[in-house]
């Protein structure tokens, strides 16, 4: 792979991930930056310089009856972003926001979960990430284009694997320690619902799902951050009947 990097195959490869090349061709161009970005650092690195990450952006964009162009995309953005010491992660996640990868990314989190529900977790962990970088990429996530698909995961804990619910549900508890506007967002996105919803599953649809005690624990401090200042989202919290699991937490001692 080093030798066909310096031999400058890669900016004669990217092209053919582009939509308009027969999808055959696309798997081929797919599978050879899959393996740029996970054969060493030197090839990844050398990937990246060839400004590689808008054609992991463009592998997202796939038939829906083909998930193998995604899967590789998922792979290769996580090894990217894995590249610790050699690249600011804040300024690639930057990069990727910019070249619109979020509602993509989620569109294929949602395709993907019933058949590749690995992948499907790997793309939480990609929005994890993203969600622990600056304001600039916090806020492209707190958007209608985004944040919908993000809720409807948490929405739906039995249908999503535990760690990718937990995975999100940490991404929303970041969003709540930035700006003023995300938690805005998310009330309008109907955050305060949805993790009161978490609160109350009963006590055997909890122990169904092997990270609950955690999840839990995010819930209650997510909602802490959404409350504390906002007597309208208090009074939301409170509708949609907030304190009967909360009285019950004080009573367990849970932490």
């Given at each position: 792979c080093e030798t066909a990097c310096l031999l400058g195959c890669i900016p004669a490869v990217l092209?053919?991930?582009e939509t308009h090349y027969p999808q055959p061709t696309r798997l081929e161009a797919a599978r050879f930056t899959h393996r740029l970005c996970t054969r060493s650092v030197l090839t990844l690195q050398m990937f990246v310089a060839c400004y590689g990450l808008p054609a992991l952006v463009r592998?997202?964009?796939?038939p829906a009856e083909s998930h193998e162009l995604v899967l590789f995309s998922i792979d290769a953005m996580k090894s990217?972003?894995?590249?610790?010491?050699h690249s600011p992660r804040n300024d690639l996640c930057r990069t990727f926001v910019e070249l619109g990868v979020l509602e993509l990314l989620m569109h294929a989190l949602h395709e993907i979960n019933a058949k590749h529900p690995g992948h499907a977790e790997?793309?939480?962990e990609i929005f994890l990430l993203f969600s622990c970088a600056d304001t600039v990429v916090k806020a492209q996530i707190a958007t209608r284009l985004v944040l919908p698909g993000l809720i409807r995961v948490v929405e739906r804990p039995h249908e999503f694997g535990p760690e990718v619910v937990l995975k999100l549900l940490r991404?929303?508890?970041h969003l709540c320690m930035g700006d003023a506007s995300h938690m805005e967002a998310l009330q309008r996105a109907k955050a305060v619902p949805t993790l009161v919803a978490m609160l109350k599953l009963t006590q055997a649809q909890a122990h169904a799902m092997s990270s609950w005690a955690e999840m839990r624990n995010v819930c209650?401090?997510?909602l802490y951050l959404l409350c504390k200042i906002s007597r309208s989202r208090q009074e939301e919290a409170a509708i949609n009947g907030v304190l009967p699991p909360l009285q019950a937490l004080i009573e367990q001692g849970s932490p």
């Open positions: 092209p053919f991930v592998l997202l964009l796939s990217v972003l894995d590249m610790k010491g790997r793309a939480s991404c929303i508890k209650v401090n997510a």
